[in-house]
């Protein structure tokens, strides 16, 4: 899973704001669950945490308790201030940076793996969940199933290309499908495998896709989906979660899945180093570069809690979270 994705992380790479002093990261990190975890206990070891780099391994928490959370996402242009989790029972919102939320969907709507807003209509929201795609066109009030064109209707990550907000991709349990009118019909892409879980769209050129898949591996395209080739110089594994695009440097790609580690490509996925010094969890479900720094990478794992190197990948340590399965990371610079 997941992904990064094209409009919260690729589009936001400034490194000063608008009164010249150098903005810091935030990084989000989506725990599903925890080795600690007691059903029908209070558990704070659960939910969406948040750090700035400076922190180390210093986390503060946001959201319910016993709540799986999968994915998060932040209101573009909100500074934070807006955010949207993909949990368990639904989609929650928040417009005041984590201090309280709103549940936006009835019980229709569960198993919320992705969440994605609008990058250009702060109104117009999409989910995927195990059961489709779903949309919301008035801030998070209703939503509307939108699976039209879906042979299979468990997808696990959408995003909106970042030329075209209207154009939309998602990766399904039988493959990867895009829309062209804000995700009213699907098609299949020119992918041959299934088990995607996860799209990811280069910073600058919208026609340059990835995807990570269950058992087959790698794929790139650089034609918009059209057509793609398997990325394996280097590789040894089969099944990824993740897959990245360097926002700072879009020819650096990282990947990681089940018992990969973290792999690295310094030339647009044409070969790939594998890099886990200090990586002593190989699960990882989920890698964020920071816009601001190339060299500072996360890696979240599954129970083996976030990872951390400052060194572009060639090295590792922890970085809190110990024995979280880490489903996401987001890192955004304000």
Same mark, same amino acid.
């Given at each position: 899973m997941p992904h990064?994705?094209?409009?919260?992380? %690729?589009?936001?790479?400034?490194? #000063?704001? =608008? *009164?010249?002093? /150098?903005?810091?990261?935030?990084?989000?990190?989506?725990?599903?669950?925890?080795?600690? #975890?007691?059903?029908?206990? /209070?558990?704070?070891?659960?939910? %969406?945490?948040?750090?700035? $780099?400076?922190?180390? !391994?210093?986390?503060?928490r946001s959201g319910p308790i016993n709540t799986r959370n999968f994915h998060v996402a932040v209101g573009p242009g909100s500074n934070g201030r807006t955010l949207y989790l993909a949990t368990?029972?639904?989609?929650?919102?928040?417009?005041?940076?984590?201090? *309280?939320? =709103?549940?936006?969907?009835?019980?229709?709507?569960?198993?919320?793996?992705?969440?994605?807003?609008?990058?250009?209509?702060?109104?117009?929201?999409?989910?995927?969940?195990?059961?489709?795609?779903?949309?919301?066109?008035?801030?998070?009030?209703?939503?509307?199933?939108?699976?039209? @064109? %879906?042979?299979s209707t468990f997808t696990q990550c959408i995003i909106a290309d970042h030329e075209r907000p209207d154009k939309l991709y998602c990766a399904a349990d039988d493959g990867a499908y895009e829309s062209t009118d804000g995700g009213g019909a699907w098609r299949r892409m020119g992918l041959s495998v299934g088990g995607v879980h996860l799209v990811a769209q280069h910073p600058s050129d919208a026609r340059r896709l990835a995807v990570a898949t269950e058992e087959h591996g790698i794929y790139l395209s650089d034609n918009g989906g059209v057509s793609w080739t398997k990325s394996e110089s280097g590789v040894e594994h089969e099944t990824f979660f993740t897959v990245v695009y360097d926002p700072g440097n879009p020819e650096v790609l990282y990947a990681g899945g089940y018992m990969t580690g973290v792999y690295k490509s310094?030339?647009?996925?044409?070969?790939?180093?594998? %890099?886990?010094?200090?990586?002593?969890?190989?699960?990882?479900?989920?890698?964020?570069?920071? $816009? !601001?720094? *190339?060299?500072?990478?996360? /890696? @979240?794992?599954?129970?083996?809690?976030v990872y951390r190197s400052d060194d572009g990948g060639q090295s590792w340590r922890n970085a809190g979270q110990m024995g979280s399965q880490v489903y996401y990371l987001a890192i955004l610079p304000f």
């Open positions: 990064m994705n094209g409009f919260t992380l %690729l589009a936001l790479v400034a490194l #000063f704001s =608008l *009164s010249g002093q /150098a903005q810091q990261s935030t990084v989000y990190v989506s725990v599903l669950t925890n080795k600690q #975890f007691i059903s029908g206990a /209070a558990d704070p070891h659960t939910g %969406l945490f948040m750090q700035h $780099p400076a922190d180390d !391994t210093t986390w503060r368990g029972p639904g989609v929650l919102k928040s417009t005041d940076a984590g201090a *309280s939320w =709103l549940h936006t969907t009835d019980w229709k709507i569960t198993e919320v793996l992705w969440v994605t807003p609008d990058p250009r209509n702060d109104r117009i929201v999409y989910c995927a969940t195990a059961y489709g795609i779903f949309k919301t066109v008035d801030g998070c009030k209703s939503w509307t199933e939108m699976n039209h @064109g %879906l042979g310094i030339d647009g996925g044409k070969k790939w180093e594998w %890099l886990c010094k200090g990586l002593e969890h190989p699960k990882v479900h989920s890698i964020a570069v920071d $816009p !601001t720094n *190339s060299n500072r990478v996360y /890696a @979240g794992t599954l129970w083996g809690g």
